[in-house]
């Protein structure tokens, strides 16, 4: 008998609001910036795109008990690394490489769209650059807000405040 694609995911209290924190497989697939309610970070989690699952399951264990600490930390200013595996099958291969490139910019650094896409090996795919940002469904654990255009902050699927809120934190 076929085993079940599960998807889990855990909601989280942070300084800020509710997250919620999404794996599938033992990697981080999901991640939702706080919010005010559970249910507005569950309109946020179900706009992603995710693996292909069968069914969502919540409140299980984080295959990484520390990693809300974590978050919490990194909500505080501490300088926080997230090395968890992450899970991107479910992109086409572009974004994933994209994505995979930004979650190498250290904290508190900043690359542009166009040096992004360069090291993606696109050095003209800045546009799409910017576009497979926009999928991001792990921001923070990939830092998509370190990624900012030549003369301004560029986009953030969360608002520009939210994007400032975040470098400042890494000041």
């Known amino acids: 008998m076929k085993q079940p ?10 300084p800020f609001g509710i997250s919620i924190i999404g794996w599938y497989d033992n990697r981080l697939s999901a991640f939702v910036l706080p919010q005010q309610s559970l249910d507005e970070a569950r309109n946020i989690l179900n706009s992603y795109q995710l693996p292909k699952h069968d069914s969502q399951n919540t409140g299980s264990s984080l295959p990484w008990p520390d990693l809300p600490d974590k978050i919490n930390a990194y909500f505080q200013g501490e300088k926080v690394s997230f090395p968890e ?9 572009f974004t994933r490489q994209v994505l995979e490139t930004i979650r190498t910019i250290p904290w508190g650094e900043v690359m542009t769209y166009q040096q992004v896409a360069h090291q993606a090996t696109q050095s003209r795919a800045y546009r799409a650059t910017g576009q497979a940002l926009g999928r991001n469904p792990i921001p923070l654990i990939i830092p998509c807000h370190r990624v900012v255009a030549k003369n301004s902050l560029g986009g953030f699927g969360y608002g520009l405040e939210w994007k400032s809120r975040l470098l400042s934190l890494e000041k």
């Open 5 to 14: 694609n599960l998807f889990f995911y855990s909601p989280i209290s942070t």
């Open 85 to 93: 595996p992450v899970y991107l099958e479910q992109f086409h291969p």
